[in-house]
């Protein structure tokens, strides 16, 4: 089975596993990067996994699942959330919960982030998603701190490849996201959560050049395209 990741801007991408598509954290439209390089009309993904409540990651949630007919796994209090919002299938999971799916499964764990939803409600704990695809493992942490719970992760799971945010001010930056990467025993990580504002913005060649010092590939994929995983 081949896997493919294309990169939305911000932490949205997918995941195309063979014949299914997952997207995560969809915030397309109000994202200047994005524009003219997206077209979230063509999205018509199977799932839609969401991290946590905060705009940047549920704004064109709705919107999207509503074309698509995906069906949306979040946790419970952002899961119920959507549903308010017209959302007709939605998945709620705490930590340790599953999806399976025709492909694989995404497995749903903790992060060290907050969570409020666009109204202000409550969003309930912030995570990420461990995704077991035949015999390729990934790891989306979702917005987050650095962690000892990464440890365990890379213990049980070992992820070839970990989608990692980098921007900093919010979450990890590099540096840290250089020893979460250790932590998981990643090869790989992909650079999410970066350059859509100004508190996010990285230098490009910097990061690169640090994560191969640690022996590591950074992935910073261009807005609108993919690479095979």
């Keep these: ?17 063979g014949e299914t598509i997952l997207l995560f954290d969809p915030f397309i439209r109000s994202n200047p990067l994005a524009a003219g390089k997206v077209d979230p009309l063509a999205l ?13 990651h549920v704004e064109d949630t709705s919107w999207i699942a509503g074309l698509s007919q995906a069906q949306v796994v979040a946790n419970f209090e952002v899961a119920q959330w959507l549903e308010r919002q017209g959302v007709k299938r939605t998945y709620p999971m ?13 497995r749903f764990v903790p992060a ?19 995704l077991m695809l035949e015999k ?8 987050t ?14 992820p070839e490849t970990s989608i990692l945010p980098i921007g900093g001010t919010f979450t990890m930056d590099i540096e840290e996201a250089v020893h979460a990467a250790r932590f998981l025993r990643s090869r790989r990580v992909v650079g999410v959560h970066y350059d859509t504002f100004e508190a996010i913005r990285i230098d490009h060649e910097k990061a690169r050049n640090t994560f191969a010092a640690a022996g590591i590939e950074l992935q910073l994929v ?8």
């Design 1 to 17: 089975m081949e896997i493919y990741l294309r990169y939305y801007g911000h932490a949205c991408f997918s995941i195309e596993a």
């Design 94 to 106: 705490n930590f340790g919960g599953v999806l399976r799916f025709v492909g694989g499964e995404a």
């Design 222 to 229: 261009p807005i609108g395209e993919s690479i095979r995983l």
């Design 44 to 56: 018509r993904p199977h799932y839609i996994l969401v991290s946590h409540g905060h705009r940047d």
């Design 145 to 158: 701190s650095l962690t000892s719970e990464m440890g365990l992760l890379g213990e049980l799971y070992s």
């Design 112 to 130: 060290a982030h907050s969570s409020s939803l666009p109204d202000g409600s409550y969003g309930g704990n912030p995570g990420g998603f461990v």
């Design 136 to 143: 390729k493992t990934l790891y989306y942490s979702g917005d």
